[in-house]
């Protein structure tokens, strides 16, 4: 079943890293599809839109709003969100969801299920924002070997 978060309201006012490496993390344990919503302008030089995997994150003028169309569009959504008026629609449209602390829970539950198989001490966790930063802002040029030369030794 795939997820929907409302990413600002699971943030709670806070920095967006922390939704996006839960959804990387509910994405990879649970193997499903997971969309995030955020309100407002992406952080400079990302696209509206990012595909991370299994994970996309969308940037949108209104959340709740695209969450809504999302859910009303098909079937078999789990949606995290604390927004009450938002979850009464989607319960109405047929949508299964949970709050922000059970969210929470559900990742943590994850994490540690993922340190438990790969036999790590502590949870696994993507810095994502730290792991785009140490990118390079160009690709670099790989030298090639033309066809029929061979390298003499």
């Not at 302008?41 to 709003?65: F, I, Q, T």
């Not at 629609?89 to 709050?99: D, I």
Request: net charge positive; no cysteine; glycine share 12%.
């Amino acid at each position: 079943m795939p997820w929907v978060l409302d990413g600002n309201n699971l943030a709670g006012g806070s920095r967006r890293g922390p939704v996006r490496r839960a959804a990387l993390s509910l994405a990879r344990q649970q193997r499903v599809r997971v969309v995030v919503f955020f309100d407002g302008e992406p952080p400079s030089g990302v696209p509206g839109v990012e595909r991370l995997g299994a994970v996309e994150v969308r940037y949108v003028r209104n959340a709740d709003a695209a969450i809504t169309a999302l859910v009303a569009g098909g079937s078999g959504f789990r949606v995290a969100t604390d927004d009450r008026a938002l979850a009464a629609k989607l319960r109405a449209a047929g949508a299964e969801v949970v709050g922000s602390a059970t969210f929470w829970e559900r990742v943590s539950e994850a994490e540690s299920r993922r340190a438990g198989e790969s036999g790590e001490e502590k949870p696994f966790s993507l810095d994502l924002d730290a792991a785009i930063q140490r990118l390079p802002e160009a690709p670099g040029r790989v030298p090639r070997r033309r066809p029929g030369r061979r390298r003499m030794r």
